[in-house]
């Protein structure tokens, strides 16, 4: 061979030793073996493959959550601080049924069993907050017949009225969330709360469903009522209103932010149904857009209440000395 032959031989050589590994980085070329056993020369024959182009994936649609609040006065609280707490999370609208100064013993003034069967048949209901009790401390009127709070026969009635209004719910699809009761500055009224708050616990395993406890969050470290928390500044900060029951507006987000943090936790795990975003109606917005209003009525000097009739037993009736027993 000449030299010039050579020299022509190896720079041929050198050129696709070059090309040889840009081959098999190149995108979206790579070199893959066509069969694993070697070819007569010994070396594993390969063909040039092309890898397919991933396609973007679709965006998930977000799904949006109504999360419906019955309820009292505290209720109505209640809603206002979750209406705060989601106010930017896009994925839910806070929406507001709950009425002041009622309860499921007087049927005879507002019905709550018929009021979420109007509500379920009006409003798509994802995720239901219930907050009562403290307008029920008063006697039960069936068929004629009275019976006085916590007799076993008023018991009776009353846990059928809890799991009418449960069941009506989760025939509707929503996940339910029932809210414990706080502690209260009346040592009396409080000891009937938290026999309410048994009731609620107690129904809600029954018909598994979620109960929050709330008492602790707002006792001091004795259990007891205490109208103030020191924040994470070091400041005292008022949480309960002048009546010992109510809250402030600052109370009322201290107790949302931990009902949301369990409703969020279940909705980022999947536990919670939603619709598209795109499929929510006007009708799922009533009430979000109130707020405002209620913020400057709800717990921030005093509770409004819309009856002005006062009836043994209700929450706002200052004269009340003891539930009959």
């Known amino acids: 061979m000449s030299g010039s032959s050579f020299i022509r031989r190896f720079a041929a050589l050198a050129f696709g030793a070059v090309l040889a590994p840009a081959a098999a980085f190149a995108d979206p070329l790579s070199l ?115 019976y006085a709070l916590f007799d076993p026969k008023w018991r009776e009635i009353y846990e059928q009225r809890v799991d009418d209004f449960t069941e009506t719910l989760k025939k509707s699809g929503a996940r339910i969330y029932w809210v414990g009761l706080p502690v209260m500055r009346s040592a009396t009224f409080e000891s009937d709360m938290e026999t309410f708050s048994e009731i609620f616990e107690a129904r809600a395993k029954a018909n598994d469903v979620t109960f929050i406890p709330t008492h602790d969050l707002v006792a001091d470290k004795d259990g007891k009522y205490d109208a103030y928390r020191t924040d ?12 010992g029951i109510h809250f402030t507006m600052e109370g009322y987000e201290l107790l949302a932010r931990t009902i949301g943090a369990t409703i969020t936790a279940d ?39 819309d009856m002005a009739e006062i009836r043994q037993g209700r929450s706002d009736d200052w004269r009340w000395t003891g539930a009959p027993r």
Do not use: C
């Open 232 to 243: 994470a500044g070091g400041r005292k900060r008022l949480l309960r209103a002048e009546d």
């Open 32 to 146: 893959a073996p066509a069969m694993s056993q070697p070819g007569p020369s010994g070396v594993v024959n390969a063909t040039l493959t092309t890898n397919p182009v991933p396609q973007a994936a679709k965006p998930a649609e977000k799904e949006h959550y109504n999360i419906v609040v019955f309820g009292d006065s505290l209720g109505d609280g209640v809603w206002a601080g979750l209406y705060h707490v989601f106010h930017k999370d896009k994925r839910f609208s806070v929406v507001r049924k709950s009425r002041v100064a009622t309860g499921f013993v007087r049927q005879d003034y507002y019905d709550w069993n018929q009021a979420v069967r109007d509500a379920a048949a009006d409003t798509k209901i994802d995720i239901a907050v219930v907050v009562m009790g403290t307008n029920d401390r008063q006697t039960i009127i069936e068929d004629g017949a009275r």
């Open 267 to 305: 909705v980022d795990g999947g536990a919670v149904a939603g619709a598209p975003a795109k499929a929510l109606s006007a009708a799922a917005q009533e009430g979000a857009g109130k707020a405002p209003l209620a913020v400057a009525s709800i717990g921030l000097k005093k509770q409004v209440y």
